[in-house]
Nanobody
Framework: VQLQASGGGLVQPGGSLRLSCKASGIAFKIATMAWYRQAPGKQRDVVAT???????NYTDSVRGRFTISRDNSRNTMYLQMNSLKPEDTAVYYC?????????WGRGTQVTVSS
Protein backbone atom coordinates (compact mmCIF):
# COMPACT_ATOMS: atom_id res chain seq x y z
CA VAL A 1 0.00 0.00 0.00
CA GLN A 2 1.31 3.42 -0.95
CA LEU A 3 -0.17 6.83 -0.34
CA GLN A 4 1.45 9.75 -2.14
CA ALA A 5 0.40 13.17 -0.88
CA SER A 6 1.16 16.43 -2.62
CA GLY A 7 0.00 20.01 -2.88
CA GLY A 8 1.25 21.65 0.29
CA GLY A 9 3.04 24.96 0.43
CA LEU A 10 3.14 28.46 1.83
CA VAL A 11 -0.01 30.57 1.57
CA GLN A 12 -1.21 33.81 3.10
CA PRO A 13 -4.11 33.89 5.55
CA GLY A 14 -7.37 33.73 3.64
CA GLY A 15 -5.77 31.83 0.78
CA SER A 16 -6.46 28.40 -0.64
CA LEU A 17 -4.60 25.17 -1.31
CA ARG A 18 -5.62 21.79 -2.67
CA LEU A 19 -3.97 18.63 -1.40
CA SER A 20 -3.99 15.37 -3.35
CA CYS A 21 -3.38 11.82 -2.20
CA LYS A 22 -2.93 9.07 -4.77
CA ALA A 23 -3.38 5.55 -3.42
CA SER A 24 -2.13 2.24 -4.73
CA GLY A 25 -2.30 -1.32 -3.44
CA ILE A 26 -5.88 -1.06 -2.18
CA ALA A 27 -9.36 -1.33 -3.61
CA PHE A 28 -9.66 2.42 -3.48
CA LYS A 29 -13.36 2.70 -4.31
CA ILE A 30 -14.38 0.79 -1.16
CA ALA A 31 -11.80 2.30 1.20
CA THR A 32 -12.52 4.89 3.85
CA MET A 33 -9.95 7.62 3.39
CA ALA A 34 -8.96 10.45 5.67
CA TRP A 35 -6.77 13.50 6.06
CA TYR A 36 -4.95 14.11 9.33
CA ARG A 37 -2.70 16.94 10.39
CA GLN A 38 -0.01 17.44 12.98
CA ALA A 39 1.15 20.85 14.14
CA PRO A 40 4.52 21.28 15.89
CA GLY A 41 4.37 19.95 19.44
CA LYS A 42 0.85 18.59 19.03
CA GLN A 43 -0.68 15.22 18.37
CA ARG A 44 -1.85 14.08 14.97
CA ASP A 45 -5.58 14.72 14.62
CA VAL A 46 -8.15 13.83 12.00
CA VAL A 47 -9.26 16.67 9.74
CA ALA A 48 -11.77 15.01 7.43
CA THR A 49 -12.93 11.58 6.34
CA UNK A 50 -14.72 10.24 3.28
CA UNK A 51 -16.29 6.82 2.96
CA UNK A 52 -16.97 4.76 -0.14
CA UNK A 53 -20.41 6.29 -0.66
CA UNK A 54 -18.88 9.76 -0.70
CA UNK A 55 -20.29 10.75 2.67
CA UNK A 56 -17.95 13.06 4.52
CA ASN A 57 -17.17 14.24 8.03
CA TYR A 58 -15.08 17.14 9.27
CA THR A 59 -13.54 18.31 12.47
CA ASP A 60 -15.32 21.42 13.76
CA SER A 61 -12.42 23.78 13.16
CA VAL A 62 -12.42 23.22 9.37
CA ARG A 63 -16.09 22.59 8.63
CA GLY A 64 -17.30 25.07 6.03
CA ARG A 65 -13.76 25.90 4.89
CA PHE A 66 -12.34 22.53 3.82
CA THR A 67 -13.83 20.02 1.38
CA ILE A 68 -12.72 16.40 1.12
CA SER A 69 -13.48 14.54 -2.09
CA ARG A 70 -12.42 11.48 -4.04
CA ASP A 71 -12.02 10.44 -7.66
CA ASN A 72 -12.30 6.67 -7.77
CA SER A 73 -11.26 6.58 -11.44
CA ARG A 74 -7.92 8.08 -10.41
CA ASN A 75 -7.54 6.38 -7.01
CA THR A 76 -7.08 9.87 -5.63
CA MET A 77 -8.43 11.78 -2.67
CA TYR A 78 -8.40 15.57 -2.37
CA LEU A 79 -8.62 18.21 0.31
CA GLN A 80 -9.66 21.64 -0.88
CA MET A 81 -8.71 24.16 1.80
CA ASN A 82 -10.18 27.65 1.62
CA SER A 83 -10.06 30.63 3.98
CA LEU A 84 -6.87 29.27 5.48
CA LYS A 85 -5.82 30.48 8.91
CA PRO A 86 -2.42 30.46 10.63
CA GLU A 87 -3.73 27.75 12.96
CA ASP A 88 -4.12 25.46 9.94
CA THR A 89 -0.33 25.33 9.70
CA ALA A 90 0.70 21.68 10.04
CA VAL A 91 1.98 18.65 8.22
CA TYR A 92 -0.98 17.02 6.50
CA TYR A 93 -1.13 13.24 6.12
CA CYS A 94 -3.43 11.04 4.11
CA UNK A 95 -4.57 7.84 5.78
CA UNK A 96 -6.32 4.59 5.07
CA UNK A 97 -7.17 1.70 7.38
CA UNK A 98 -6.86 -1.39 5.21
CA UNK A 99 -6.90 -5.07 6.14
CA UNK A 100 -6.44 -4.38 9.88
CA UNK A 101 -3.54 -1.94 9.38
CA UNK A 102 -3.11 1.81 9.33
CA UNK A 103 -1.29 3.26 6.34
CA TRP A 104 0.02 6.83 6.14
CA GLY A 105 1.32 8.99 3.37
CA ARG A 106 4.62 10.80 3.83
CA GLY A 107 2.99 14.11 4.75
CA THR A 108 2.93 17.47 3.08
CA GLN A 109 3.67 20.76 4.84
CA VAL A 110 1.05 23.49 4.83
CA THR A 111 2.18 26.86 6.19
CA VAL A 112 -0.25 29.75 6.53
CA SER A 113 1.61 32.96 7.17
CA SER A 114 1.81 36.55 5.98
Amino acid sequence: VQLQASGGGLVQPGGSLRLSCKASGIAFKIATMAWYRQAPGKQRDVVATIISSGATNYTDSVRGRFTISRDNSRNTMYLQMNSLKPEDTAVYYCHVFWKTRNFWGRGTQVTVSS
